[in-house]
């Protein structure tokens, strides 16, 4: 089946540092998404790319869906100690948005 | 509008039992999806439906089934539990919009298998 690779695992960040996580995958996706998992609860959506090349902002996150339309990557800058979380990617190949495909995740810890 | 609502919020098993998580959704989104997330990984899928009466099976089906009777319900049922079936458990769901994909996850359940 598709697999997603995301990197880095986890990252230890000073408050006002910027971050970067990528997502690679062996196949092409029509739709990458992003998410953030805050500790208990389920994922919540951060950004939506839906053509190769697109590069869209929301707040102080940037996402970029790369030109192959294998992967893609999440910036976030000027960190806060509220950006503690798990980001996920996930790739959609087709419409039916039942089924993604995530990755494993990139735990990122902020110290104040 | 309560979003996607899961229960229980925990539950603990003996190893052969069988019991069903409940899913429910109130936004009358089409797409309904299971998946399990264990420890370090990503969220894997189990089952989903694109509506009433439609169901297929994700990347990891053996020993979970499903049915979608209404559009607001989505039922995960154990047949015979497994220490390899504990896990946090999230239903999903998702309007029909072409290529507006986003899914809207519930809080999950934290189910253990003894």
């Known amino acids: 089946g598709q697999q997603l690779n995301q990197s880095p695992q986890s990252m230890f960040i000073q408050e006002g540092e910027d971050v970067s996580m990528n997502c690679t995958s062996s196949?092409?996706?029509?739709?990458w998404l992003w998410y953030k998992q805050d500790p208990g609860e389920g994922p919540v959506l951060l950004i939506a790319?839906?053509?190769?090349?697109e590069l869209t902002s929301n707040g102080r996150l940037t996402a970029q869906f790369g030109i192959t339309r294998k992967d893609s990557f999440l910036n976030i800058s000027a960190s806060i100690p509220s950006d503690v979380g798990i980001y996920f990617c996930?790739?959609?190949?087709?419409?039916?948005?039942?089924?993604?495909?995530f990755g494993d995740g990139t735990t990122l810890t902020v110290k104040p | 509008n309560a979003g996607v609502t899961q229960t229980p919020k925990f539950q603990v098993l003996k190893t052969g039992q069988s019991m069903t998580l409940q899913c429910a959704q109130d936004?009358?989104?089409?797409?309904m999806s299971w998946y399990r997330q264990d420890p370090g990984m990503g969220l894997r899928l189990i089952h989903y439906?694109?509506?009433?009466?439609?169901?297929d099976q994700g990347e990891v089906p053996n020993g979970y089934n499903v049915s979608r009777s209404t559009t607001e319900d989505f039922p995960l049922r154990l047949l015979s539990a497994a220490p390899s079936q504990t896990s946090v458990y999230f239903c999903?769901?998702?309007?029909?919009?072409?290529?507006?994909?986003?899914?809207?996850f519930g809080p999950g359940t934290r189910l253990t298998v003894l």
């Open positions: 999903a769901s998702s309007p029909h919009r072409g290529s507006y994909n986003e899914q809207f």
């Open positions: 196949s092409i996706f029509n739709t």
């Open positions: 790319l839906y053509k190769a090349g």
């Open positions: 996930a790739g959609q190949d087709g419409i039916n948005a039942g089924k993604s495909t």
């Open positions: 936004m009358n989104h089409e797409y």
């Open positions: 439906s694109v509506g009433a009466g439609i169901t």
